[in-house]
């Protein structure tokens, strides 16, 4: 019997992924364990560094991309193990972390998934996304109108960042990123895979959603850690198209849980933020162009990449 399956999406980053895969083989003890690796159609070598480096690895490679949603759920499909561990490729395992979660498991059957610890490459806490609480609409029209930054104290955001949040306690969250996330099989084989119809973001806090309103929880584990670089293969995508797919998948995960109504109302306000947005930043490109106003990493150049990325999201609103 295999404890856990680990399903690793990537996308061209054949470094990044060899890193996390040895910290996996290094690190892992205790239980038993298989890793399927679902490759996005990369053209970087993955496959030919898995055969060398990693031949126990099971490698499923798309022949077009699919993105992100769509290649974790051809990993899950593989899958044999008892339990599925969601991890991106930009992780690094500190000590035997699935070890103890497993236990966990064994143990609290009231539990559909839990979560670690996640760390910067300098050991911070990745405060404000290790774990979140589940958007609201009210969160979103704050978030919308540029709120969260003009106010990163304020109440509203503090609460769904959970900057409030102790590290070092045990406890029932909401909503950990999937960027490790061990979830029992049976679990998804009640409520279903990722929703593909969320092909890149706010699949994770569907899954976690839809876990939560079957009647499991979701544990924040402070005894395994990893470190998390961050990005991933979304670092790899244009500014611009990377912003489109978070609105379009985020109007999606609105009209699915939230309602019709809803949506509206989210892309109504949105359309005041981008155009706020827009003028904002056409301000700047003039002032850096004619050299009346001098910023650092801002040049007339990526200001009008800006301006043109929210017009792409404004232009997504009125459809």
């Not at 650092?296 to 043109?308: F, G, L, Q, R, Y």
Request: with cysteine.
């Amino acid at each position: 019997m295999i404890d856990i399956s680990i399903c690793i999406p990537t996308y061209n980053n054949k470094h990044i992924l060899y890193n996390c895969l040895k910290s996996i083989f290094d690190k892992t003890k205790g239980i038993t364990i298989e890793v399927i690796v679902c490759d996005d159609s990369s053209v970087d070598g993955t496959a030919g560094m898995l055969a060398a480096d990693f031949p126990e690895v099971r490698l499923v490679k798309n022949q077009i991309r699919q993105g992100y949603t769509k290649t974790i759920n051809r990993a899950i499909r593989e899958a044999r193990g008892d339990k599925i561990l969601l991890l991106n490729n930009d992780t690094v395992f500190i000590d035997n972390p699935l070890s103890g979660l497993n236990d966990y498991l064994i143990k609290h059957a009231e539990t559909g998934a839990v979560t670690c610890k996640m760390l910067n490459i300098d050991g911070s806490l990745q405060r404000g996304f290790n774990v979140r609480r589940f958007p609201d609409l009210w969160y979103m029209l704050w978030e919308a109108l540029m709120l969260d930054r003009i106010f990163p104290k304020q109440f509203l955001t503090r609460h769904f960042s959970m900057l409030d949040f102790n590290p070092d306690l045990l406890q029932e969250v909401d909503q950990p990123a999937a960027t490790f996330l061990l979830v029992r099989k049976t679990v998804l084989k009640r409520i279903g895979l990722l929703d593909e119809n969320l092909p890149n973001f706010y699949n994770d806090v569907d899954l976690c959603l839809r876990i939560r309103k079957a009647g499991w929880k979701i544990v924040y584990h402070p005894g395994a850690s990893i470190y998390h670089h961050g990005g991933g293969s979304y670092l790899l995508l244009p500014k611009k198209d990377a912003m489109l797919n978070n609105y379009r998948d985020r109007f999606a995960f609105v009209h699915k849980h939230f309602g019709l109504g809803s949506l509206t109302v989210l892309k109504t306000v949105l359309m005041i933020g981008m155009i706020i947005r827009i003028l904002s930043f056409l301000g700047i490109f003039y002032l850096v162009k004619y050299k009346l106003l001098s910023l650092k990493n801002v040049t007339p150049a990526n200001s009008w990449e800006a301006i043109k990325s929210y017009k792409g999201v404004l232009e997504l609103c009125l459809r």
